[in-house]
């Protein structure tokens, strides 16, 4: 069967083969992550506030690749847990800036070292030089796509 030439063919699509290592990648993820009672989306929250303390809900999504609906859910969810604080009130504007707690470290440091051995078992068998290659294979690909977004639309 002859196909034209703006088929894809997922064989040879990159693009489709980034998606498969996307969704194996969040599946071990949530398979180490389960055990400790966490989400990707839970532990990716964690880790954000470690690396960015005082982040909004909205910042929070935007990172998480979540709707800003589903991570002002889960912020409740980790302030009854004690995983995390809010501010009762916002010191500018109307942003409640959020902190980890001392037991919110301590839950992200055993998620971390989890997500991490899923990372070892993902780059084993690749050189140093490969992964370097991948990184930077794969930061191109995201700054290419950034500079066209609204490109498709007209924007």
Not at 14 to 27: D, I, P, Q, V, W
Not at 28 to 51: D, F, I, K, N, W
Not at 56 to 84: D, I, W, Y
Request: charged share 25%; hydrophobic share 40%; proline share 3%.
């Amino acid at each position: 069967m002859e196909q034209d030439g703006a088929s894809i063919h997922l064989e040879t699509s990159l693009g489709y083969l980034l998606k498969e290592a996307s969704s194996a990648l969040r599946a071990a993820m949530e398979e180490v992550l389960r055990p400790l009672g966490m989400t990707v989306t839970h532990y990716s929250c964690l880790e954000l506030l470690a690396q960015r303390p005082g982040l909004s809900g909205s910042e929070l999504a935007r990172g998480a690749f979540v709707t800003r609906q589903s991570m002002n859910t889960l912020l409740q969810h980790l302030e009854r847990e004690g995983h995390v604080t809010r501010a009762a009130e916002a010191p500018v504007g109307k942003v409640l800036p959020t902190r980890l707690t001392p037991r919110g470290r301590r839950v992200l440091a055993r998620a971390s070292a989890a997500v991490r051995s899923v990372e070892v078992r993902m780059l084993a068998g690749m050189t140093e030089t490969e992964r370097a290659d991948a990184f930077r294979s794969l930061q191109s690909m995201v700054r290419s796509l950034r500079e066209g977004e609204g490109a498709a639309d007209g924007a």
